[in-house]
């Protein structure tokens, strides 16, 4: 089964970071990323550019409405995701433990929707 594992962390404090402790977490995720492909888990995975780059788009009464940002105001932001293949959500969530933002982050493990074709 398929689950996407949400990472996500505060954008301000990721922005204070001094170049050698992002480096530093720039090879850890470079390292999970690497052992789950080797695994054969890994389905697809990004970063995301931070959330003042967001639009959000809504559609009421058939108009299009967009708003820059966010949808909510939160403590924690969207910062990326993995796309992992788990035969069950201990798997995942054994995945999602190592993934480095859980250590000061969150991260929400959920299942893909699966169609019948």
Known sequence: ????????GN???KLKMDPT???KLSAEYGAYTQSIVQSGNFKAGDGLQPTTTATTVRV????IMTTDGPFAETRE???GYYLVEAKD??????MAARIPGAKDGSIEVRPVMIYDK
């Open 11 to 13: 954008e301000a404090e």
């Open 89 to 94: 959500l201990d798997a995942a969530i054994g």
């Open 60 to 63: 009421r009464d058939g108009k």
């Open 21 to 23: 402790d992002r480096k």
């Open 77 to 79: 932001q969207l910062a």
């Open 1 to 8: 089964m398929q689950y996407l594992l949400l990472i996500y």
